[in-house]
């Protein structure tokens, strides 16, 4: 029986194993690119533009430094890559992870193992960390939802819990082409690893 492809190949010319990703197979450009054209919501948001992952992945490495303004430069790097993996296996909305189970979540260990690695991260942040990021998700998620995604403030609130009026006051989303969104992430990637040199 033939095995079926586990790899995909990335326009960097890379190939990505997705059941054993390597370090070495990982580039920037194809994380941006592919990040700038999926679609956050399956695409169901207000606009002329979807909005993708790595629009959301900006917002919420911004809103990490909004609620703990002394972060450091690496882990404010892994705020922006937290969705990295997506890149290859596409933004499930909750719902579907959980009815496809712990396979998915296996996926994403291994490539966010790998992801981080690749720019010098450990391949597991510390928990205080990943909370931090995983609150920045969640206000992320409640801006998103209600303002491009239908949701009143209420249900909002209870599907994502109210965020401080200080992490939200003055963003707003306003969906923009991939080309800004691959570009700005680039450039944001860029600065926090100079950043994390100067340190």
Not at 31 to 46: C, K, M, P
Not at 64 to 92: F, K, Q, S
Not at 112 to 124: D, N, V
Not at 174 to 199: D, W
Request: proline share 8%; no cysteine; hydrophobic share 45%.
């Amino acid at each position: 029986m033939k095995q079926p492809r586990a790899w995909q190949r990335m326009l960097s010319g890379r190939r990505l194993d997705l059941l054993d990703p390597t370090p070495v197979d990982i580039e920037l450009e194809d994380i941006a690119h592919g990040l700038a054209f999926v679609a956050r919501w399956n695409g169901q948001t207000r606009g002329d533009w979807p909005y993708s992952v790595a629009e959301h992945s900006l917002l919420v490495e911004s809103l990490v430094t909004r609620l703990a303004p002394r972060t450091e430069a690496r882990w404010r790097l892994a705020a922006l890559l937290h969705d990295a993996p997506e890149y290859v296996i596409g933004d499930m909305i909750s719902p579907v992870k959980a009815a496809v189970g712990p396979g998915y979540q296996e996926l994403d260990v291994r490539l966010t193992s790998a992801i981080h690695i690749r720019f010098g991260l450990p391949a597991q942040i510390p928990v205080r960390v990943k909370t931090l990021i995983k609150r920045a998700d969640r206000v992320s998620a409640w801006l998103e939802a209600t303002q491009i995604a239908g949701f009143s403030a209420a249900e909002a609130d209870r599907f994502f819990g109210k965020p401080p009026p200080e992490a939200i006051d003055g963003i707003a989303i306003a969906p923009r082409p991939p080309v800004e969104a691959r570009n700005a992430f680039v450039a944001r990637h860029h600065e926090l690893e100079a950043e994390i040199s100067r340190a």
